[in-house]
Structures are given as C-alpha cells and as structure tokens.
Nanobody, 124 residues
C-alpha cells in the first residue's frame, strides 16, 4: 500500500517562502494525478493545486494562483509545492494525496491515500 509523507512545513513571516515535499513509498504514483490540499483550523479541507501524471497540466485554486507552484519528480516518486509570497491566510495543515488516473480533480472525494499533513504557519 502506498504511503505518502509530507515535509517542509514550518513557521514563516508573511511574504516568505516554503517548499513542501510529498514522498511516496510502497508503490508507484504512475499514472495518477497528484494534489495538494489544506485545512485551516475550524474549516473544511480545500483544494490548493493539482498536477497530472506527466506534469504538463496543473490547476490551482484562485487563492494561490501566481504564488504557488506544483511540480513532480516521477523518478523519485515525489511531488512538490513551492509557496511564495505567503500570507497569514495560507496558515493551515497541508496534505498531499493521490488523485485520479484520468486527470486532475479539485474534489476531495476523488483522492485516495492521503499523507498525514505538514503544518504551515504564516505570521503577520
């Protein structure tokens, strides 16, 4: 069974940057899309970014467009989320998950095999 482990979270000041990683073990990510989601305290989990298996298609939530970049290294079974110009409202636990084989979805229920999450805190 595939396991996902996120890392790279932490405390950063507004305007700063973080790079999250999601490493898969116990299986391959082929040919699945991957997604990053986040959940702030007291709120529902929301879609942040998704990437197709080949990496040629990406989708972003409007709230992060132009600031976040999703990428993947299939040889290393790893997905990344580069987060720049961070804002206090980006504070949340960030999760990666394996998505559909047919493409990217923004729906949480289309994703299986979630990681445990990594916490991002952006101070003002």
């Amino acid at each position: 069974q595939v396991q996902l482990v996120e890392s790279g979270g932490g405390l950063v000041q507004a305007g700063g940057s973080l790079r999250l990683s999601c490493a898969a073990s116990g299986g391959t990510l082929r040919p699945y899309a991957m997604g990053w989601f986040r959940q702030a305290f007291g709120k529902e989990r929301e879609f942040v970014a998704g990437i197709s298996w080949s990496g040629d298609q990406t989708i972003y939530a409007d709230s992060v467009k132009g600031r976040f970049t999703i990428s993947r290294d299939n040889a290393k079974n790893t997905v990344f989320l580069q987060m720049n110009s961070l804002k206090p409202e980006d504070t949340a636990v960030y999760f990666c998950a394996i998505g559909p084989a047919w493409g990217i979805s923004m729906r949480t229920d289309r994703y299986n095999y979630w990681g445990q999450g990594t916490r991002v805190t952006v101070s003002s």
